[in-house]
């Protein structure tokens, strides 16, 4: 492209400028771009990260199993949410069980009362037989200990 405003043509002596005036131009915006570059070469961390990005993109199994994996805890999440929420609102088998435990205890308290009312009416009637003369030598006199 020219310098000059279209329609003005150059002047032939100043064609030798001209052309040096380009190459200098042209080769000081071969140095900018090379320092450009050189200057702008990604570090080793954001090479890594573009190349490991680049292996999660849309499609590709790693993506597959990251997704996965991602969707499988929030799921987990919400069901252990609904659990809890269902205990907290729901939960009526806390009564139940805790129904049944008293009643399991007045009846083990009703039959321990038994037990011992049977033992004491086992005793009674033990009392009522003991003899205490058969306990004791013959020809002898009865120990204390075996009285009542």
């Known amino acids: 492209m020219p ?4 329609g003005v043509s150059t002047p032939r002596r100043l064609w030798p400028l001209r052309r040096k005036r ?8 071969q ?8 200057s702008a070469k990604p570090s080793f961390f954001s090479r890594a ?14 993506y597959s199993l990251a997704y996965g994996a991602a969707c499988g805890v929030i799921l987990s999440g919400l ?6 929420l269902n205990i907290v609102c729901f939960d009526h088998d806390y009564y139940k069980i805790q129904s049944r435990k008293r009643y399991f205890e007045k009846q083990l308290l009703f039959t321990r009362e038994q037990e011992e009312a049977n033992k ?3 005793l009674a009637a033990l009392a009522s037989e ?11 006199t009865l120990e204390p200990k075996y009285r009542f």
């Not at 310098?3 to 279209?6: D, E």
């Not at 771009?33 to 050189?38: L, T």
């Not at 069901?79 to 809890?84: F, L």
């Open 49 to 62: 990260s573009t190349m490991a990005l680049s292996k999660f993109k849309a499609g590709t199994p790693l």
């Open 22 to 29: 380009l190459e200098q131009v042209l080769s000081l915006s």
């Open 120 to 122: 004491a009416h086992y």
């Open 3 to 6: 310098f000059w405003p279209k």
């Open 79 to 84: 069901v252990y949410a609904g659990r809890t």
């Open 130 to 140: 003991y003899d205490p003369a058969a306990t004791r030598m013959p020809f002898k």
């Open 31 to 38: 140095d900018m771009a090379g320092q450009i570059e050189s």
